[in-house]
T-cell receptor, first 115, second 113 residues
Framework: AQTVTQSQPEMSVQEAETVTLSCTYD???????LFWYKQPPSRQMILVIR??????QNATENRFSVNFQKAAKSFSLKISDSQLGDAAMYFC????????????FGKGTHLIIQP | KAGVTQTPRYLIKTRGQQVTLSCSPI?????VSWYQQTPGQGLQFLFE???????NKGNFPGRFSGRQFSNSRSEMNVSTLELGDSALYLC????????????FGPGTRLTVL
């Protein structure tokens, strides 16, 4: 079974600075998808960014980018120019190409933005 | 386009009762997945439905079941509720089975007393 590990239960960053959230995963598969989801206090899960394992280029969505290291099974999220609205729980998630087990989530990182 | 909707948003039940939660996917989406979120276990996959058929199931007891209707709306049912079933139940919709992008609803907060 796949596992996803987020080693940082909580991170704090000053507004306008850059922060990187870590995620590692374990799988024996070669084709899969990786995601970062944001869950603000409203509890609504919001997709932040997605990466297909077969793509070598790191995904980018505005201020959000990932560092995908397939060999190391690492998938970190970088948030640039942090804003107060970025404060939330961030979950790293894995889905196999066949998707048989749905999304496998990490335990989450609580991101605090200091004004 | 409206997002995923879940009803009810909050629910309080007592042990031994059963409960039914509802999920309406984004218009045009045909696959619905359910997840349970608890402080202890985190987010866990329950099951996925597509074309009115359960395609995948997570590691949950048979008390947890679901179904999908022809309009893609889905319901999940939990029978003989236990205290440990208290959780946020999240529904996610996607365009098709095994599609790689899932969009989540706001969740139903179930409290079992």
């Amino acid at each position: 079974a796949q596992t996803v590990t987020q080693s940082q239960p909580e991170m704090s960053v000053q507004e306008a600075e850059t922060v990187t959230l870590s995620c590692t995963y374990d799988t024996s598969e070669s084709d899969y998808y990786l995601f970062w989801y944001k869950q603000p206090p409203s509890r609504q899960m919001i997709l932040v960014i997605r990466q297909e394992a077969y793509k070598q280029q790191n995904a980018t969505e505005n201020r959000f980018s990932v560092n995908f290291q397939k060999a190391a099974k690492s998938f970190s999220l970088k948030i640039s120019d942090s804003q107060l609205g970025d404060a939330a729980m961030y979950f790293c998630a894995y889905r196999s190409f066949g998707g048989a087990d749905g999304l496998t989530f990490g335990k989450g990182t609580h991101l605090i933005i200091q004004p | 386009k409206a997002g995923v909707t879940q009803t009810p948003r909050y629910l309080i039940k007592t042990r031994g009762q059963q409960v039914t939660l509802s999920c309406s996917p984004i218009s045009g989406h045909r696959s619905v997945s359910w997840y349970q979120q608890t402080p202890g276990q985190g987010l866990q996959f329950l099951f996925e439905y597509f074309s009115e058929t359960q395609r995948n199931k997570g590691n949950f007891p048979g008390r947890f079941s679901g179904r999908q209707f022809s309009n893609s709306r889905s319901e999940m049912n939990v029978s003989t509720l236990e205290l440990g079933d208290s959780a946020l139940y999240l529904c996610a919709s996607s365009l098709a089975y095994q599609h790689n992008e899932q969009f989540f609803g706001p969740g139903t907060r179930l409290t079992v007393l």
